[in-house]
Nanobody
Framework: QVQLEEYGGDLVQPGGSLRLSCGAS????????VGWYRQAPGKSRELVASISNGGITDYADSVKGRFTMSRDNAENAWYLQMNSLKPEDTAIYSC????????????WGQGTQVTVSS
């Protein structure tokens, strides 16, 4: 069974930085695309950033230039460096991955709270 676990959510002041981490464990043959999503209160979940199996990175317009996503294939881990945080970045952030075990399926972490407030 595959599990994803996130780390790094916290309370931070506007303009501050946080780094989120996500690790995958279990019977993993290959991790395809990975991503970070967020959901703010009263809003739909949105894709924040993703990295394809080929290493192509994509970002939501609202975070371009402030957030950087990276992945460590050897460690089955990926990260989201968030700089210049704004109150509107407040949300539950969840990591996601398409992972090939006996077939390809999407897996989700449990979510970590990021709160940007003074």
């Amino acid at each position: 069974q595959v599990q994803l676990e996130e780390y790094g959510g916290d309370l931070v002041q506007p303009g501050g930085s946080l780094r989120l981490s996500c690790g995958a464990s279990g019977r993993i043959l290959r991790i395809n695309s990975v991503g970070w999503y967020r959901q703010a209160p009263g809003k739909s979940r949105e894709l924040v950033a993703s990295i394809s199996n080929g290493g192509i990175t994509d970002y939501a317009d609202s975070v371009k230039g402030r957030f950087t996503m990276s992945r460590d294939n050897a460690e089955n881990a990926w990260y989201l460096q968030m700089n210049s945080l704004k109150p509107e970045d407040t949300a539950i952030y969840s990591c996601n991955a398409n992972i090939y075990t006996q077939g390809s399926n999407d897996y989700w972490g449990q979510g970590t709270q990021v709160t940007v407030s003074s």
